[in-house]
């Protein structure tokens, strides 16, 4: 793993999360990407950082697990993210997120 600069970590988590958006990712596959190429970390090293076990970390990044919001808040913290509501229609969340970027922001 390639150590990141600040700014290709943040790169990097944009473009991430702009493919969890779209729907071209899962959020277990944000995770660990995230895992290991933002944080560089192991399964061991990441579990241990949140507090769950390996198993279960494993379970998050497959989307194999019906985690609940305290658990998956506790999983994206060290990654400085939470759990959010988005529509479930894709091209709905798409649009919504073209519209913030064209609409001025209000003061």
Not at 27 to 51: F, N
């Amino acid at each position: 793993m390639k150590n990141l600069s600040p700014i290709e970590r943040e790169n990097r988590l944009a473009e991430l999360l702009t493919q969890l958006m779209s729907g071209t990712i899962t959020e277990g596959k944000l995770l660990r990407t995230l895992r290991k190429e933002v944080l560089g970390l192991s399964q061991e090293q990441y579990s241990k950082l949140v507090g769950i076990s390996r198993r279960t970390l494993s379970d998050l990044e497959l989307d194999r697990a019906s985690p609940s919001l305290a658990l998956l808040n506790a999983s994206l913290r060290p990654l400085g993210l939470q759990v959010g509501i988005l529509p479930r229609d894709p091209s709905l969340r798409r649009r919504l997120f073209e519209q913030r970027d064209t609409v001025p922001p209000s003061n």
